[in-house]
């Protein structure tokens, strides 16, 4: 989270003063607008408000129908969630490699598809997009979905199109650390109707005494002005029994002054960042990190590439860098991802996705040496954040700080 303030202090307080804190029913429909305008925003027909970043890939993933006896192919450097989603919805992550944008490996994801797999999870990691035409084809060419997985890339787009809008759903975050927030919470995001009412139904178990989730009804009555609420028997999908991660009228007030801020911060992450490429250019022993589409990049952070970790650890430290070597991430490398690693796929034994007997025979052949050009490239890459609120002052001494680490070499 970069910015808040009054704005989602009155927001708050204008929906705690209504007394209306429940999105069911409620006469303000916070929920319903943020979904709206965060669809408008994607530029995806139907977006779904939910209590996280990982409960939106499991919801995406449901919708898709994915399930035991499919393999969803993810990168090997995520935040863990990416592979905990597969896993909840009992299907086995296969895990690739990253290529040198520390995103999905186009050509490692073609090597792992087996008869299998159902589906590609691409990760926008650190707002940096993913090969997405690559991805897009080979999933055309194999019948395979694909869930985008731009919990850290709001508002990031590649080649103009806005990530989680490309591939057949997609998720944000909206937790502490993304680029905006509201504590906790999620979006899954589709131009697919069944993918929708399935993510619906199964993010609210009470769908089968309810039917009057705007975007459907949006659809159907050609624009919200036209609905007479509530709407019942709308759903295409035969209800499920479903779960619980509904959000709250609060917290979508509080969105929907995010969202107004969403296209500030990014613009002044960028200017911030494209000031320091220029500066940076050039600079002896610094390479940049490759982007697929800098332009789209989120710029939440520069990253530099050196030739080995050495070098990459002396220049993280150097004074005022601030930088930090993904390869220690503690949590986003899948040597971290301990329960995957080990097998535990679920609290009861009979729900573990690797001992379903619908799952005997996938690719679950982990080992912590499976992917080494990820390690290698984790190992010999520099992440530095960038704040969009920086002074001239705080940019010129940062550029300063790496010019000098960088010479130091
Ligand atoms: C943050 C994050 C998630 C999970 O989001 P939560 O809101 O914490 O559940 C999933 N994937 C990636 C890449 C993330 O960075």
New binding site residues.
Partial sequence: MFRIGQEEISAFTRVVQSKQLFRIGSKNQEVDNFEKELAEKVNVKYALFVT??????IMGLAGLGIGPGDEVIVPGY??M??AL?VTAVGAIPVIVEVDDTLTIDPEDVERKISPHTKAIMP?D?LGFPCDMDRIMEIAKKHDLKVIE?A??AAGGSYKGKKLGSIGHAG?F???Y??IISCG???AVLTNDREVFEKAVIQHDGGSTFRNDYLAIGREENGGAENIDYPIYDKYQTPVFAGTQCRQSEIMGAIMREQLKRLDGILGDLRKVKHQMEEELKGTVNLAFLRSNDPGGDCATNIGFLFDNKKLAAQFAAGEGVGGALPINSGRHVYTNWEPIMNKRGACHPAMNPYSMPANQGLNDNYSMDMCPRTLDLLNRTVYIGINPDWSQKEIENKVQSIKDAAKAL
Avoid: I
Avoid at 52 to 57: F, H, N, Y
């Fill in positions: 996280g970043g990982t409960t939106s890939l995520t935040f969630a990416s989603a990760v990691m997985d919990c850290q998720a975050s909206f937790n650390f993304k906790e919470g999620g």
